[in-house]
Every structure is written in C-alpha cells, then in structure tokens.
C-alpha cells in the first residue's frame, strides 16, 4: 500500500487527535525508514461518537504469523465457580492490550499508513490474529494462583463469600496488577452485591440474564436479510441456557441460513420471531452449581423431541435450575419406541451435563418406570441391541435412575414447556 486509506472529512479531525494520543502515550512511533510491511488503518467510532478507535488492517500479516496456542476458557465453564460468592468486584484493564510491549524487532511488521504518515505499534495490536491468545496467556501468568478470581481477557472478576475474604483478594490482584505494570480503568466496579459479567448478571442467588440483552432482542425489528439475521440469532443463542425454548423456536429462522435455501420471510418464520420475543417476557434465575450439592438430572421425551433440566438441592431443601437443554429428535429418533426414546433423553442429557456431573454421583429422574431396570440393574446382555447402546455410553458415569410418577415429578412444568416448545416447532410448517 502506497497511499493511504480514505477517511471521511467529519472524522478526519478525531482521527488526528486518536494518533496523536497514541504518540503521547507510546502506543506507537513514527516511521521514516523502508520497511517490507505496510498495512492500512480500520477506524471505528467509538458509541458516544466523541472519539475514535484506529486499528491496523493487519490481514496480510496474519496470514505471515503462527498463532500461540493458548485456552481460553468456556464463558459457562468460568460461571461455575462462583457457588458461595456474595460478594464482587468488576475490574477492566485499561485498553488491555496495549499495555503488553511488542518486542522491538516486532514492531516494524506493523508499520501502517495514515493520511497523517506511517507509524508502527509498540504495543500489542488489535487486529492481529495472535493477539487474545498473548494476551490471556499474560493474565493468566499474572493472576493464575489467586483464589477466587477469573480473568477472561481484559474483564477480571474477583468473587468472595464474605466482605473480608473479598478485600483481602482484591488487594492481592491490584497488587499484582500494580507489580506488572498494567492499570484499571473508571468503569470497574467494586465490593458490589451484584455485577454485570460476560454478558450476564450475577449475584449471590445465581446467574441472570442481562436485561439490556433482553431488550435488545425484543426491541429488534424482523430481518430483511441474512446478516440482520444471523445478528439477531447471535443474541438470542445468549439466553438459551434462561429460556430453553429459544433453541427451538430459533429452528424456522435458522432454515434461512442453510447454503441452498433462499430468503422467504414466510409464516413460519414470523410465528418463530414472535415466540421468541414473548418467551422473554420472563426469563428465569440460574443457580450456581456447586460440586457439594445433591444434582439431579431429569430428563423426558415426546413424539417430537428431548428435554431435560439439570437441578441442584439447595440448603433449604428446594430445587433449582443449573442448566436446561432440549431438541428435536431426527426422522430416525422419531421412530423409536417409547422406552428407546426415554433411553435417548436420559443418555443425550447425561452426556451434554457432562461438565458437572462426570466423575461425581448424580440421580437421573425419568417418569417412565420400565426404563429404571434397564438403565440401572439390568445386565448388558438381556437388553435390546440399542438399549445396551444407550447403557454403554453411560458406563463413564456414575448415575442412580429412579422412577418419579408425572404427578409427582417437581420438573414436570420445566419439562414440558420444553417438549411442548419442540411439539410447536414441528407443527408451525
């Protein structure tokens, strides 16, 4: 690239300010001198329109660089460890990645072109491919021994279930944040009842929704196009976990996503659009799973699908949902008998909770009663050919199944909202 990227005249003066700030800083430097790369510049308006961010359009580098592997821990999996906390603190560091120092033989392949001359970046950039795993390697060498705490990129949550514990915490993450030159920015919050996290409200009764999520989704105008609906199926599979219907009210809308389907805004899609939007008139608390509570898994089947909610026995002797999950069942599925479909919901649930249930005892309850010996004591070699399927998948965990009458089965209105959910997306067609 020899000439530099247009920009629009109204932004042109907050860009000059954006590049100017970044020199003060020693986010980048200058360069006079012939360098084998040159990238061009992205530039976003912030959402208040006061500023802008600049970032590098890096895509022919990241096709030059090998990424570090490093995890990045699961969004519910970070969840599950805040069983017993009351007490939180939000911290943000201040442009994360741009407190990471690029190594200076590094910083010449990000040389840029601006209207303004060319700079490279003396910090780690946004837009380079291997940046978030660097990054979350770094934290992770930083805070990785201190209890309670969970760092997801550049958003740190420290949790506690007393006021003391929690201080004590958060002094030592400060301190260690303090010790590796990095700094917090004005949007943490701290020692609160309650905080927003990972796209989720949380608090010492468990895990809701984010109300600003719920909004925007029923606050959404029907889609026109693919994009506009892929945008509103990336913010409705946020809430799948508090409203398990949504995954297959979702069913009619995702058929336009398919390679060979073309865009008709039928019926089916609009019945689909709007019992997604009333589904979230409430949407329910999640509870924090804790590894010492009793857990339960109940599972049920219908003609049309599978469904089961995974609950733990609180203190006072109640049941809470964790975690709930349903489909549809295949062509194949549907012709099963009822007892193999029975033995399909109690398998399929088992092995989709399988992060909290695995190598721990759990009680699998099922409303039909002839599934209790084969799934429980019946030896391998007197069951049916796909029951012992079903039996060999659930060796790896620890389950006792008993038998609770519909009547009496405390999850039978979970379940069937859930089964009644994919009855109605079989029939909307």
């Known amino acids: 690239m020899n000439t530099p990227p247009k920009i629009a005249h109204p932004l042109m003066t907050k860009v000059k300010t954006e590049i100017d700030r970044m020199l003060s800083e020693g986010v980048i430097s200058p360069v006079n001198e012939p360098t084998g790369w040159r990238s061009g510049i992205v530039v976003v308006p912030k959402p208040d329109q006061s500023s802008v961010r600049i970032c590098a359009d890096l895509i022919a580098l990241n096709k030059a660089v090998l990424r570090e592997v490093h995890p990045l821990s699961l969004v519910d999996d970070d969840l599950a460890r805040l069983a ?3 007490v939180f603190t939000e911290l943000d560091a201040r442009s994360g ?7 200076p033989q590094s910083r010449l392949l990000t040389a840029f072109l601006t ?12 837009g380079i491919s291997l940046t978030p795993e660097t990054f979350q390697r770094r934290m992770s060498e930083i805070l990785r021994d201190i209890e309670g705490v969970i760092c997801h990129m550049d958003d740190i949550l420290v949790h506690a279930p007393t006021q003391s514990v929690h201080d004590d915490r958060v002094r030592i993450v400060l301190q260690r944040l303090q010790e590796a030159g990095l700094t917090v920015n004005e949007k943490c919050a701290f020692s609160k009842p309650f905080v927003r996290f990972l796209g989720h409200i949380i608090d010492g009764q468990g895990i809701h929704a984010d109300p600003e999520t719920v ?12 994009t506009e609906l892929q945008r509103f199926l990336g913010m409705v599979n946020q809430l799948t976990k508090f409203t398990p219907e949504l995954a ?14 073309f865009w008709l ?3 089916p899609q609009k019945q689909s659009f709007l019992k997604i939007k009333t589904s979230l008139i409430s949407t329910p608390a999640l509870a924090h799973y804790s590894p010492e509570k009793e857990t339960i ?8 699908g599978l469904g089961a909610v995974l609950f733990q026995v609180q203190s006072d002797g109640s049941r809470r949902p964790v975690s709930y999950i349903s489909r549809s069942l295949t062509a194949a599925e549907k012709n099963y008998a ?11 649930a088992s092995e989709r909770f399988s992060d909290y249930i695995l190598g721990g005892r759990y009680t699998i309850e099922t409303d039909h009663k002839p599934l209790v010996p084969l799934l429980w004591s019946k030896t391998l070699h007197k069951l049916q050919p796909r029951i012992e399927r079903f039996r060999l998948r659930l060796m790896r965990f620890q389950p006792e199944v008993i038998h609770v009458p519909g009547k009496q089965q405390i999850t039978a209105d979970a379940l069937h909202v859930l089964l009644f959910a994919v009855h109605q997306k079989q029939t909307s067609y």
């Open 84 to 86: 017993g906390s009351r």
């Open 265 to 267: 805004w039928g019926a």
């Open 97 to 103: 990645f741009w407190q990471m120092p690029l190594d």
């Open 338 to 348: 009822v007892i193999k479909k029975e033995a399909l919901a109690a398998t399929r």
């Open 215 to 226: 909004e925007g989704i029923r606050e959404f105008s029907a889609p026109s196009n693919v």
């Open 297 to 304: 898994v109940a599972a049920d089947a219908s003609n049309a």
């Open 115 to 126: 209207p303004f001359g060319r700079f490279c970046m003396n910090r780690l950039p946004f």
């Open 248 to 261: 297959t009210h979702t069913e009619p809308l995702r058929q336009l996503l398919k390679r060979d389907s």
